[in-house]
């Protein structure tokens, strides 16, 4: 069975330039999960959806920041105005329900430069 | 909100020795610690977890240990292989998503 998959698995762009990363969880998955990881450190979280609303959005670190999971399975998350500190390693995670294990993808390496 | 602290931040270990990682934890809520391993470029894989109610639990070469009244939690590792080369990030949560993770400790298994 495949595994939580993210893509791109790396993205280069400009300071000030829009980025979208995608998810795609492990099938029949309820609960998606963001964490971003930096250089050195533990993934931070970011944001939770169960189902297709954003149950908690309290890591997301400004406005700039966005995530959605329209259908309830894929999603997006929405970089706007990038900046050189945006640049880390985004990964995903999916579990079944919201005290399972999370299973995460490998991660989009994002570079700002 | 919780504080996670995990040390040390680098571990070499000679084949077949055996490895301990250990974390500390501020918020007493806190009621679930997993494990994580992360080898290069993947994401980070659960290899063990523990629950508030239990005092150690035990896969194999694998064992966590856990003492609430210290608020720490470790990890130990016995029989180490290459294979066990990684990095290792422990994490604390009341139970649910929001997982508090450590800084990692990268172990070295020197054959």
């Known amino acids: 069975g495949a595994g939580v998959s993210q893509t791109p698995s790396n993205k280069v762009t400009e300071k000030g330039k829009y980025v979208e990363l995608r998810c795609d969880p492990i099938s029949g998955h309820t609960a998606l999960y963001w964490y971003r990881q930096s250089l050195g450190q533990g993934p931070e979280f970011l944001i939770y959806?169960?189902?297709?609303?954003?149950?908690?959005d309290s890591g997301l670190p400004n406005d700039r920041f966005f995530a959605v999971r329209p259908e309830g399975s894929v999603s997006t998350l929405k970089i706007q105005r990038t900046e050189r500190g945006d640049s880390a390693v985004y990964l995903c995670?999916?579990?079944?329900?919201?005290?399972?294990?999370?299973?995460f993808g490998e991660g989009s390496r994002l570079t700002v430069l | 909100g919780e504080n996670v602290e995990q040390h040390p931040s680098t571990l070499s270990v000679q084949e077949g020795d055996s490895a301990v990682i250990k974390c500390t934890y501020s918020?007493?809520?806190?009621?679930?610690f997993p494990w994580y391993k992360q080898e290069l470029g993947k994401g980070p894989q659960l290899i063990i977890d523990?629950?508030?109610?239990?005092g150690e639990k035990k896969d194999q070469r694998i064992a966590v240990t856990l003492n609430k009244t210290a608020k720490h939690f470790s990890l130990h590792i016995t029989e180490t292989q290459p294979e066990d080369s990684a990095v290792y990030f422990c994490a604390a949560s009341e139970g649910t998503y929001k997982y508090i993770f450590g800084t990692g400790t990268r172990l070295k298994v020197l054959a």
């Open positions: 918020d007493s809520a806190s009621n679930y």
């Open positions: 995670a999916s579990s079944q329900g919201h005290t399972g294990e999370l299973f």
């Open positions: 523990i629950r508030s109610n239990v």
């Open positions: 959806f169960q189902g297709t609303g954003a149950a908690d």
